[in-house]
């Protein structure tokens, strides 16, 4: 596994009359590869969740490993399990900010250089490389993210949203991190930019392998590219499965302020009625499927017809 999370808690606040636990005993293991949905209602704890993830939070109670290493802890092994850590023996969290690379929701928290170009190239940069790779790695990042050459030396205060959005994700990919969080990143767009947006990060998990983690109050959208889903509700892991698994509780994911697909609750109602449909089905291809199935063997619709 590339990620861990053992007793994780989290309280804002701590000793305070203001005090509020916004992760709970979190136990958690994150494969590399894995393209993972994280949902919740509003205050249910995922953004806290991801930024623990790379070292932006640190838990008041439990421990974060990266690849196996305590990023809390020393990399000293005499030292290990002790509550302090000696400076020179500190885990180098800046290192692992290279490797487990967050997008915020608001792209301009992380847009700052003149032109587009300088700021893709700052991650690079401050990684020590030389100036032919600093090159050759945001160029990538920005031709992976869809970012048209043309806009390479304009401001990215310039740009659109999504626009903005995509040189947000190239500023990390220039890293070549092994692990990429984003939080709502198609929030505000309208439809055909989310749609691009998440259609690139499909394509950046194939081509690169990377690991993604994608926050979205769309359930739609997890469901489309996410293989997996982890549902945060209360400061705690509610649910954690396949797409199927996850939305086939639909009834619960509404007592925790969610839900399910439309296309999940399509098919259930279909179901009721009679129908033999996929209740598991969560996209719109897989209903479809489905339906046309249950009516060919219905009688209902030859072979080669279709409907609208």
């Known amino acids: ?53 790379n070292g932006l939070m640190q838990p008041t109670e439990g421990q974060v490993f990266y690849e196996g290493q305590d990023i809390w802890g020393s990399t000293d092994p005499a030292e290990q399990g002790k509550k302090k850590v000696s400076k020179k023996n500190r885990y180098d969290l800046r290192s692992l900010r290279t490797h487990v690379g967050l997008v915020f929701q608001y792209p301009e928290n992380q847009l700052f250089e003149t032109d587009v170009i300088s700021d893709v190239s700052f991650g690079p940069k401050n990684q020590g490389l030389d100036e032919t790779e600093i090159r050759r790695r945001a160029e990538e990042a920005l031709r992976q993210t869809g970012v048209a050459e043309k806009f390479w030396k304009v401001s990215p205060f310039e740009l659109s949203g999504g626009q903005k959005r995509r040189v947000a994700i190239a500023g990390v990919l220039a890293m070549n991190p092994k692990v990429l969080i984003l939080d709502e990143p198609t929030a505000g767009l309208d439809p055909q930019g989310r749609d691009d947006i998440l ?56 007592k925790m302020g969610l839900a399910a697909p439309q296309t999940t609750y399509i098919v ?8 033999d449909v996929d209740t598991t089905a969560t996209t719109i291809t897989e209903a479809k499927e489905s339906i046309l199935k249950a009516l060919l063997e219905k009688g209902q619709l030859r072979k080669g017809e279709t409907f609208v």
Request: cysteine-free; aromatic content about 6%.
């Open 1 to 53: 596994m590339i990620l861990e999370l053992k007793n994780v808690s989290f309280t804002y606040s701590r000793g305070t009359t203001y005090s509020v636990k916004a992760l709970d005993n979190i136990n958690l293991s994150i494969d590399e590869g894995q393209f993972i949905g994280v949902i919740g209602h509003t205050g249910s704890g995922k953004s806290t969740l991801i930024q623990h993830l």
């Open 268 to 275: 259930n109602e279909l179901a009721e009625r009679g129908m």
């Open 199 to 254: 259609d690139q990060i499909k394509k950046l998990h194939d081509e690169r392998g990377i690991t993604i983690l994608l926050v979205s109050h769309s359930m739609e959208d997890v469901a489309n590219y996410a293989d997996r889903i982890i549902v945060v509700n209360d400061g705690k892991i509610a649910d954690d499965g396949t797409p199927k698994e996850v939305f086939s509780h639909y009834r619960e994911l509404e």
